[in-house]
């Protein structure tokens, strides 16, 4: 199952509270996909992420300032 996080307009460390959260709600193995327009958070939440022990699976860039993280819940 690949859950979907659109937090366009949030800023650190709100992008990686509320990414948390929502890993939270996932079971081990479940992908979430997490949307960001933050510069700074593209850089923060995978790495607060990897410190908790989930894989980022994929940072891809959709335009100058949108990011997807795809993130594989531990």
């Known amino acids: ?9 949030e800023v650190c460390p709100y992008t990686f509270v509320k990414t948390k ?3 939270e709600e996932l079971e081990s193995g479940e ?4 949307i960001l327009d933050h510069a ?3 850089d923060n939440v995978p790495r ?3 410190n908790e022990g989930h894989k ?5 860039q959709n335009g100058d300032h949108l ?3 795809k993130i594989l819940k531990a």
């Open 1 to 9: 199952m690949i859950v979907e996080l659109d937090l366009r307009g």
């Open 21 to 23: 959260l929502k890993l």
């Open 31 to 34: 992908e979430l996909n997490v």
């Open 40 to 42: 700074p958070a593209v």
């Open 48 to 50: 607060s992420l990897k």
């Open 56 to 60: 980022i699976l994929e940072i891809e």
């Open 67 to 69: 990011w997807k993280v």
